[in-house]
């Protein structure tokens, strides 16, 4: 049997609908004896109330939706952590969508959440989003849009971001002031402003210091597969890089593998540094340097500026913006 429902209590008990309803809600004009009987009913039968139908009724909805770009990335599974435990701790529940990097998923997650009428959308851009219509229909909706991470700048709403370029700046300065000077970049996609934000870090460091800031030290690898193209490349250039400066942890660790496969030293030979300080970093051998990007802090940021704005407590014409300060964690890959 499916789960049952107030008229099936009813029912049973052979009462009205309404007053098993007022009942369950402990309602003054019925009888405490009824209330008894009905409720004890209820938990027996393991009774739950629907409520998206209540929703729909009271026209109050207390459910926010997520969009991220993948689930299983360690910086995004932190964010998501943080979002759900700050929204239960206000009452809302959370309806979690993943578009795998993909943008027609995207669309069909955010017309997914509008359907579900939640009261507030957080979302995390995909890497090949290059078109915002459907992010400009959340606000067309009047629906509370907050973006994390991965932002879009050509739409009018707030954003919690990290310090993507004094992370990388710092980062990069701590590689050169360690002794390298042929710092090769793996980097994301242009379309991303984080993207950019670490590529003009790492550009500006290489010109605070004096040193070239060369096109073929920098490429396009933001994932596993590519750095196994991309690293064997980079290590045929002369002169060989002594330093990678990664754009995530994931792929600074297969850096790791394959620049030691290739019989270099880490970090005598080369240096290896990432973003994003996940568990990986303490399973690298040697241990890896990387930018703490403070995913957690990230996460309850966002949740509790959407659920601000959705309760009113966040009367700021315009946009918000909430910057998160990422901090260098030195360990055993650089000099």
């Known amino acids: 049997m499916g789960q049952i429902t107030l008229k099936d209590i009813a029912k049973a008990l052979n009462l009205s609908p309404s007053t098993v309803s007022r009942a369950m809600k402990n309602h003054p004009a019925i ?12 938990a027996e039968h393991r009774y739950k109330p629907n409520t998206l139908a209540m929703q729909l009724r009271t026209n109050k909805n207390n459910t926010i939706g997520v969009i991220v770009p993948q689930i299983v990335h360690y ?29 027609q998923r995207e669309v069909r997650s955010v017309e997914t959440l509008l359907d579900a009428r939640v009261c507030g959308i957080l979302a995390s851009q995909s ?13 067309d909706n009047d629906v509370h849009l907050v973006f994390f991470d991965r932002i879009c700048t050509g739409i009018n709403t707030d954003k919690v971001v990290v310090d993507d370029y004094v992370g990388t700046y710092h980062a990069v300065e701590h590689l050169i002031q360690t002794g390298c000077r042929r710092i090769a970049f793996l980097g994301a996609t242009p379309i991303l402003p984080i993207a950019n ?4 870090g790492y550009e500006d460091a290489l010109r605070k210091y004096r040193l070239p800031v060369e096109d073929r030290m920098s490429r396009i690898c933001d994932t596993v597969e590519l ?3 991309v690293v064997p490349e980079m290590l045929k250039l002369q002169p060989v890089p002594d330093a990678f400066f990664c754009i995530n942890d994931e792929v600074a660790s297969s850096c790791i593998q394959i620049v030691k496969a290739a019989g270099y030293r880490i970090p005598d030979d080369i240096s290896v540094c990432g973003f994003t300080n996940s568990y990986l970093t303490e399973v690298t051998d040697p241990t890896l340097t990387s930018v703490d990007q403070h995913g957690f802090e990230m996460g309850l940021t966002a949740a509790r500026l959407l659920i601000n704005r959705i309760e009113g407590k966040e009367t700021k014409q315009g946009v918000v913006s909430r910057l998160i300060k990422s901090d260098l964690v030195v360990r055993r890959s650089t000099r």
């Not at 009888?31 to 209820?42: D, F, G, K, N």
């Not at 759900?84 to 795998?100: H, I, M, P, R």
């Not at 934000?197 to 003009?200: F, L, V, Y």
């Open 31 to 42: 009888s405490e004896e009824t209330r008894r009987l009905v409720q004890s009913y209820a």
């Open 227 to 229: 750095a196994r193209i």
């Open 127 to 139: 890497k090949t989003t290059k078109k915002f219509d459907h992010f400009q229909e959340i606000i």
């Open 197 to 200: 934000n670490r590529r003009m």
């Open 75 to 103: 910086f995004f599974s932190t964010v998501l952590s943080a979002i759900q435990q700050e929204a239960e701790n206000e009452g809302y529940n959370v309806l979690f969508c993943q578009s795998n990097e993909d943008y």
